[in-house]
């Protein structure tokens, strides 16, 4: 499975490399998304049924580049989850169902 590099998630996050290694290890499942802060274990407590693992992941995520929570869109390249950076053309971490990879973006690239 193909994920962004600890580079690209730098750069484009904005965020030292300390910090984009570990969500490249949350990403590829070296670094469990429950022992990361306490929103992924938070949001799992409130759930009825256990939640996808990668949405734990993005949970995780959104904690360390600190974002404004775990959304969802529809869009034509299909259904992802990302984490709300809170300006349509910040890079943020998107995460695909359909072929399970995570990639990295701006929501406005996607909302069309």
């Known amino acids: 499975m193909n994920y962004p590099s600890v580079k690209r998630i730098s750069e484009c996050l904005s965020v030292e490399k300390a ?3 570990q969500i490249r290890g949350i990403m590829d499942g070296s670094i469990d998304p429950l022992t990361v802060g306490t ?3 938070q949001y799992a407590k409130h759930c009825f049924r256990d939640p996808d693992f990668d949405t734990l992941k993005l949970w995780a995520i959104d904690e360390l580049y600190e974002t404004c929570g775990v959304e ?3 869009s034509v390249y299909g259904t992802a989850e990302y984490c709300n ?3 349509l053309y910040a890079c943020t971490v998107f995460y695909f169902p359909s ?3 995570f990639r990295i973006g701006c929501y406005a690239d996607y909302a069309v």
């Open 99 to 101: 072929d399970g990879r």
């Open 39 to 41: 929103k992924a274990s």
């Open 72 to 74: 969802s869109i529809s």
């Open 19 to 21: 910090i984009a290694k």
């Open 85 to 87: 950076a809170g300006d």
